[in-house]
């Protein structure tokens, strides 16, 4: 390391060079208080928000008829804490532990290294209505995110203070990260580049690279045989999905072409407007596309994707161009306004299962300040993307500091997950992108103790999003407004 780098080093949130100096038992406090803040908004929430996913995953857990359309992993949990509790109260009550536990300790962390900026930063952060009212909702992604927010904080407490992290310690954030990335279908590319870039070795950026690539094949194989075998869950066809939106915005953008769908199918999908950057669902919906795409959903797997396979090759630029409008899409970037799907619901999905909505009067008036932060630039996955791609570099140069190393580990968890939606993405929810919002986030937290030295590069990038923001304001005011809600965007003409 060299004599600037080592300097900067003993300066950094990570160093124990000075002491502290707070009593550890202010810094404990502080990050208490945080957490208990966030457990006093979830009495408001109790026992959690039941959506769409949560209603299907509940009747899996009563029936004990489990396929693979949502994460197994999650049902079977369910099924063992449902012994504690009926309803959604234990899911609940883990996902919003994990989150306050792992917002509490970040807290601490920074309060102990005397970062007192670092530390409001990171409560602010853990508080914001929209973050907190979407952690609200039992859901697949907030599990998601309660776990790796939990096993980085557990990790950031030995790391920032400079100290070995114990086995018992590995051991539960590895734990916690396993979690994660069997209870969302991408989330492995969030979690294992994580993991890579929190490894010692490899040392180089290729190497980490390499790393983090070999593992999202390897799960992305293995967890087929996990979900199946080990958690006996039965297949749903969930994974035709995705070439089934790929072949049909192929075949409607290239007409005269050799494609799966007939031509009378084709002609279909296009009268009834079912090829949408934002979502695959008009193709699966009855009352939209669903009949016309019944013959190709019964194919195996294996010959849609060797179709889509052949359709990428003869038509590039096609798919290219689909893709890059989902991408778009579901990064919240070029949109029109009021695109449904952002905002955390503030009512129970309609069921026959005895999941009900959160009786308090004030958890609409959370909702409703949550909905109005999404339709922020805070809100928005492209702004949180260029963020996390900008510090890159300052966080591969002090990849050597506890900080450095952490910060590294965040911001390319969250550009691996985001370019995976280029290839692998089939809707535009919000919660999709609720850990990148997050990590990106504390990854710019972490490294803002050097904006004093290099406040020239900092207003360089500040500058960048300002003109990705003023792209996103344009098109807010000059498209159409999107239809209000999920049906409606279902049968809307617009593309």
């Known amino acids: 390391m060299s004599n600037s780098s080592r300097h900067q080093y003993e300066n950094d ?173 991408n989330a492995v590319f969030a979690t294992a580049p994580l993991v890579a870039f929190l490894l010692p070795r490899p040392r180089t950026l290729i190497g980490r690279g390499l790393l983090a690539l070999t593992a999202i094949a390897a799960l992305l194989l293995a967890t087929p045989f996990i979900d199946h075998r080990i958690f006996g869950a039965a297949p749903s066809g969930v994974a035709k999905t995705q070439p089934l939106f790929d072949l049909a915005a192929i075949a409607v953008a290239m007409p005269g072409s050799p494609s799966p769908f007939t031509s009378a199918e084709r002609a279909e999908i296009v009268r009834r407007h079912c090829v949408k950057a934002f979502f695959w669902d008009p193709l699966g919906e009855p009352t939209a596309c669903g009949p016309v795409v019944e013959r190709l959903q019964s194919e195996p797997e294996r010959i849609l994707y060797l179709d889509l396979a052949r359709a990428v090759v003869s038509h590039p630029f096609a798919y290219a161009e689909h893709r890059l409008r989902h991408w778009n899409s579901t990064e919240r970037w070029l949109v029109e306004p009021n695109l449904p799907e952002a905002e955390p619901p503030d009512e129970a999905e309609n069921n026959d299962i005895g999941l009900l909505t959160p009786a308090s009067p004030i958890m609409p008036e ?98 960048l999003v300002g003109i990705i923001v003023a792209g996103g304001l344009v098109t807010r005011y000059t498209l159409p407004v999107a239809p209000s809600d999920y049906q409606a965007m279902i049968h809307a003409p617009s593309g």
């Open 366 to 463: 959370w909702q409703s300040v949550a909905a109005a932060e999404a339709g922020t630039p805070l809100g928005w996955p492209i702004v949180w993307t260029v963020i996390a791609a900008l510090l890159i570099p300052a966080a591969w140069r002090r990849r050597d500091e506890a900080a450095g190393n952490l910060a590294l580990a965040l911001a390319s968890s969250v550009l691996t997950l985001e370019a995976s939606f280029l290839v692998v993405s089939i809707a535009s929810d919000i919660r999709y992108h609720l850990w990148s919002i997050t990590a990106s986030g504390l990854a710019l937290i972490i490294l803002s103790d050097e904006l004093r030295q290099k406040w020239r590069a900092w207003i360089g990038g500040a500058l």
């Open 13 to 185: 949130a990570g160093s124990s060079a000075r002491a502290p100096a707070l009593n550890p038992i202010w810094t404990w406090l502080a990050g208490g208080a945080i957490a208990l803040l966030i457990v006093a908004v979830a009495t408001i929430f109790w026992p959690g928000i039941p959506m769409y996913d949560t209603v299907a995953q509940y009747g899996e857990v009563l029936s004990n008829q489990i396929d693979d359309w949502h994460p197994p992993v999650m049902v079977r949990l369910w099924q063992l804490l449902h012994t504690l509790a009926p309803g959604t109260a234990p899911m609940f009550v883990l996902q919003v532990a994990l989150y306050a536990v792992g917002f509490g300790m970040l807290v601490a962390a920074f309060m102990r290294n005397e970062r007192w900026g670092s530390a409001i930063a990171s409560a602010f952060l853990a508080l914001s209505p929209f973050l907190l009212g979407w952690q609200m909702v039992v859901l697949k992604d907030t599990q998601m995110l309660g776990a790796m927010i939990a096993a980085i904080a557990l990790l950031a407490h030995y790391r920032l203070a400079a100290r070995t992290v114990p086995p018992v310690a590995v051991a539960v954030a590895a734990l916690l990260a396993a979690y994660a990335t069997l209870v969302r279908a």
